[in-house]
């Protein structure tokens, strides 16, 4: 498992936030005393929110800041003999994560000045390998000099003293691993008697526990529980997550050989606390093994007795020869994980291979595939190309349709102006026509009465006698005008006597305007038939036009053809009559 991977969530419930802001505004009045019901909130979880404030009052590196401030960036000005040592390890430090994975990042960054500041302050320490996991823990949840602050407590308090473990001979590292020993045979006899079997030492699969406090290998939810416990209630608190770790996995560490406790510590450990779940768990496990702080002091004295009276039994040959010995074992031991590292990588590079050919396969596929889709595509293109060029043509075509449509909408509209106009033209020329035939016929009118009043003159001198011979000459004019106005006259003055027995005078004004009324009735007749050609001429282009204005061509065509036929047939026959009735008076004007 990679280090540094895990997600962390910052959500908390409103009553864990509630109950810690109590204690929060409690502690704040005085740092120097912890709240009461503190290791019960410690124990569940610290909000990932307040981590960075609570794990400083916890460790107690909240005083004194700007001193410390100005000393961290003092000795960031210093060079370190551990700066290469630290540049190695600044790429193996939290990969997973997102704040350290960059090469030269914001985070890689922080964590180089820290270590460098930290290697340069405490030159006898220096850098270990190790420390940048715990420094990056920190860097995760607070700024570089509040992290710096923190990590000068947890090397020198009285509580953690990891100072001490880190120093060049691991003296009080192997201390930890007898402590550490002596736990596992009290609590978990049976896994102890197995790892004493098969050789299994403490310093095998615990060096990295402890020099790290579990932030190597395990999920960042996992080693940030662990951290709050450890801040609490200090180194001790190591121990019992060690035996807890143990006693959860202690039925599969008794089924497995040297090689597979080896490989269970180092791949399938970790994977198991993946789940939150089972970290929470574990911590609750930790929480409740009782570590006796007397029996660890004990076992400390026991294992600085041991190693005295080895030092002063023994010579100096048979020291080095037993230093030797053990070095020897180490080696092997070492030689043998070697071993079992190079194992393991070969098979990952046989399943890399493999995953790398069913890669490739893959690659294959899709290039096939992508291969497809671009014929697909192109194909799709082409058909679109197509496509737009026929909505081009159909775009042209209903262009010209609509041009012609609006030219055709523009002669049926010249064509109803024509319409309107001969409308209007025949509509005057009849006004016209019956305003003179009404004249006429006034003319007519007076015309008859004076002949009436020269006849009744003509007969009132003659004798009695006489009369009956003037009435029977005497008969109405015949040729008066034949217009709608004087139809029904003329039916009733046919008894006039006819122009013959009337005075020269008078017949030839009554034949004068006779003919003036036949010439005027012959124009309107012409007039009429124009009009009647140009509708045949209309109904003709109409034809040619829309189905749409065809009706309304139609309707109007219709009316006038209406209009002027019934007018048309009655004026025709009756001009031809007045025609005729002209011409013979003109006649028998030319005989007499």
């Not at 509630?18 to 009461?36: F, H, V």
């Not at 000099?145 to 060049?168: G, P, S, T, V």
């Not at 007397?294 to 004295?301: F, G, M, P, S, V």
């Not at 020329?429 to 004076?450: H, M, Y």
Request: hydrophobic letters at 35%; proline letters at 3%.
């Amino acid at each position: 498992m990679v280090s540094g991977f895990g997600h962390v969530s910052k959500e908390c419930d409103e009553e864990v936030l509630g109950n810690w802001s109590d204690i929060l505004s409690k502690w704040r009045k005085n740092y120097a005393e912890r709240p009461r019901g503190l290791q019960s909130l410690v124990r569940k979880g610290v909000p990932e929110a307040l981590r960075g404030e609570v794990w400083q009052l916890l460790a107690g590196s909240h005083g004194g800041e700007n001193e410390m401030i100005n000393t961290y960036r003092l000795l960031l000005t210093k060079e370190s003999a551990s700066e290469r040592v630290i540049l190695n390890d600044l790429n193996r430090t939290f990969p997973a994560h997102e704040y350290f994975k960059d090469a030269g990042g914001v985070g890689q960054e922080a964590l180089y000045k820290l270590s460098r500041a930290y290697s340069v302050r405490d030159e006898e320490v220096g850098y270990c390998q190790g420390l940048s996991f715990v420094i990056a823990t920190l860097l995760i949840h607070m700024p570089e000099e509040q992290a710096f602050m923190l990590l000068c407590q947890l090397m020198e308090d009285q509580r953690y003293l990891l100072r001490e473990m880190y120093k060049a001979n691991f003296e009080n590292l192997q201390v930890r691993f007898h402590q550490l020993t002596c736990l596992i045979q009290d609590n978990l006899p049976d896994l102890y008697a197995h790892f004493d079997d098969l050789k299994v030492e403490c310093h095998m699969y615990a060096s990295q526990w402890l020099l790290t406090l579990f932030t190597a290998k395990f999920p960042l939810y996992l080693v940030f529980r662990i951290m709050d416990i450890f801040l609490y209630e200090g180194f001790n608190a190591l121990f019992g997550v060690a035996l807890a770790l143990l006693k959860g996995c202690q039925k599969d560490l008794l089924s497995l050989d040297f090689e597979g406790v080896m490989r269970f510590f180092r791949v399938n450990l970790p994977k198991k606390y993946r789940s939150e779940d089972h970290a929470d768990e574990l911590i609750q496990t930790a929480c409740s093994m009782k570590i006796n702080v007397k029996k660890l002091k004990r076992y400390e004295k026991e294992y600085l007795t041991r190693r005295a009276e080895e030092e002063q039994s023994e010579f100096p040959l048979q020291r080095l020869e037993s230093d030797n010995k053990r070095l020897t074992e180490i080696c092997m031991r070492s030689e043998l994980e070697n071993e079992m590292l190079a194992l393991e990588l070969v098979n990952d590079r046989v399943k890399l291979k493999s995953n790398l050919d069913e890669a490739e396969d893959h690659v294959e596929t899709l290039t096939r595939e992508l291969q497809a889709t671009r014929t697909i595509v192109r194909d799709s293109e082409q058909h679109a190309i197509r496509l737009n060029e026929e909505l081009e043509n159909i775009r042209d075509a209903f262009r010209r349709t609509c041009d012609e449509l609006q030219q055709t909408q523009k002669i049926v509209s010249d064509y109803k102006q024509v319409i309107t106009f001969f409308e209007l033209k025949t509509f005057v020329t009849r006004a016209i026509s019956l305003q003179i035939c009404s004249q006429l016929n006034n003319q007519l009118d007076k015309q008859k009465e004076k002949y009436q009043a020269k006849i009744e003159a003509c007969q009132s001198r003659c004798c009695e006698s006489c009369k009956p011979i003037i009435n029977s000459i005497v008969s109405p004019p015949s040729s008066l005008a034949s217009t709608p106005e004087r139809e029904i006259v003329n039916n009733d003055e046919d008894d006039l006597p006819p122009i013959s027995s009337i005075s020269p005078s008078v017949a030839d004004r009554l034949r004068q305007v006779e003919i003036e009324l036949a010439e005027k009735k012959l124009a309107l007749t012409q007039a009429l038939c124009e009009n009647q050609e140009l509708v045949h001429q209309l109904r003709h282009s109409s034809s040619m036009a829309s189905d749409s204005d065809t009706n309304s061509v139609n309707s109007i065509r219709a009316l006038n053809n209406n209009n002027n036929n019934s007018s048309t047939v009655s004026w025709l026959s009756k001009t031809v009559n007045t025609i005729k009735e002209a011409a013979s008076s003109t006649n028998r004007a030319k005989v007499n």
